[in-house]
């Protein structure tokens, strides 16, 4: 696919740009069926449930294809078209990293923390230029269902602080505070993202953004597309420390929950 210079000017500008109709109507109903299926073939991990360790087991957040179910989705539609865009926008050749998707269920759907992502990844000694997203949307995206918040043009005030906070399946995320949040929107416009189904947004790994809760009927099925510069210097060793050391960190918090609560009638843990 070909990007004018309007839409380079754009991305740099706003650390974000909207591609419409990537996807066909036609192939968004395809690939979703085949992620719906796929999700309840899978062990899925506790953590990676809508309502984890309860009794309702119907809702995964997360899905991973398995290689024969990735080679479908390949024939259903060309992704890594995506992987070309990518690579014009950062102006060098990227490589694809991952991809999962993520299915905002209609009524469980979590919030997701405002962040940005290269706060995940500073001390692993690749360049935030080196890393970018797609996000796509294979259901229609609206504000009342959780639609991904941008706040445009955030990726030019570099990394701010973010902390260490609990979801609530036991998994850890970072977030600025939200004395920070109140500060940057005065600063930078908050954009909501209401996308239609097949369209995508590509943005850089520090632009701040997050999205709310689905506390509606409709579902709101995206993948995310990550990429990586081909010629990154990214340390896995230094991957593999920063993740242990987030283990510990939420080990820690469990704890600490768990020894407050024996305050009112339980068992101190060490």
Same mark, same amino acid.
């Given at each position: 696919?070909?990007?004018?210079?309007?839409?380079?000017?754009?991305?740099?500008?706003?650390?974000?740009?909207?591609?419409?109709?990537?996807?066909?109507?036609?192939?968004?109903? !395809?690939?979703?069926?085949?992620?719906?299926?796929?999700?309840?073939?899978?062990?899925?991990?506790?953590?990676?449930?809508?309502?984890?360790?309860?009794?309702?087991?119907?809702?995964?957040?997360?899905?991973?294809?398995?290689?024969?179910?990735?080679?479908?989705?390949? !024939?259903?539609?060309?992704?890594?078209?995506?992987?070309?865009?990518?690579?014009?926008?950062?102006?060098?050749?990227?490589?694809?990293?991952?991809?999962?998707?993520?299915?905002?269920?209609?009524?469980?759907?979590?919030?997701?923390?405002?962040?940005?992502?290269?706060?995940?990844?500073?001390?692993?000694?690749?360049?935030?230029?080196?890393?970018?997203?797609?996000?796509?949307?294979?259901?229609?995206?609206?504000?009342?269902?959780?639609?991904?918040?941008?706040?445009?043009?955030?990726?030019?005030?570099?990394?701010?602080?973010?902390?260490?906070?609990?979801?609530?399946?036991?998994?850890?995320?970072?977030?600025?505070?939200?004395?920070?949040?109140?500060?940057?929107?005065?600063?930078?416009?908050?954009?909501?993202?209401?996308?239609?189904?097949?369209?995508?947004?590509?943005?850089?790994?520090?632009?701040?953004?997050?999205?709310?809760?689905?506390?509606?009927?409709?579902?709101?099925?995206?993948?995310?597309?990550?990429?990586?510069?081909?010629?990154?210097?990214?340390?896995?060793?230094?991957?593999?420390?920063?993740?242990?050391?987030?283990?510990?960190?939420?080990?820690?918090?469990?704890?600490?929950?768990?020894?407050?609560?024996?305050?009112?009638?339980?068992?101190?843990?060490?």
């Amino acid at each position: 696919m070909r990007l004018t210079k309007l839409q380079q000017k754009s991305f740099k500008k706003n650390g974000y740009l909207v591609i419409k109709n990537i996807f066909t109507k036609s192939d968004c109903r !395809k690939i979703s069926t085949l992620v719906k299926k796929n999700q309840n073939k899978l062990i899925i991990s506790e953590l990676d449930k809508d309502h984890p360790f309860s009794k309702i087991r119907n809702n995964s957040k997360v899905s991973v294809l398995n290689k024969i179910n990735e080679k479908k989705l390949y !024939k259903i539609s060309n992704i890594d078209k995506i992987l070309d865009i990518g690579s014009k926008l950062r102006e060098k050749e990227m490589k694809k990293w991952f991809v999962k998707f993520y299915l905002k269920n209609a009524f469980d759907g979590d919030n997701e923390f405002y962040h940005q992502d290269f706060a995940y990844h500073k001390d692993k000694k690749a360049k935030n230029s080196d890393y970018l997203q797609c996000f796509v949307a294979f259901e229609d995206h609206k504000l009342g269902s959780g639609c991904l918040r941008v706040f445009k043009g955030s990726h030019k005030i570099g990394l701010i602080k973010h902390y260490l906070v609990m979801t609530r399946n036991g998994l850890s995320k970072l977030t600025p505070s939200s004395k920070e949040l109140i500060s940057l929107s005065k600063r930078c416009e908050l954009v909501n993202l209401e996308l239609k189904a097949g369209s995508c947004v590509f943005f850089d790994y520090k632009l701040l953004h997050g999205s709310s809760s689905n506390a509606s009927e409709n579902s709101q099925l995206r993948m995310v597309y990550q990429m990586i510069s081909l010629n990154s210097k990214r340390d896995e060793r230094k991957n593999r420390q920063v993740w242990l050391k987030r283990n510990k960190q939420e080990i820690d918090i469990l704890k600490k929950i768990i020894n407050y609560k024996s305050k009112f009638g339980g068992k101190k843990i060490n």
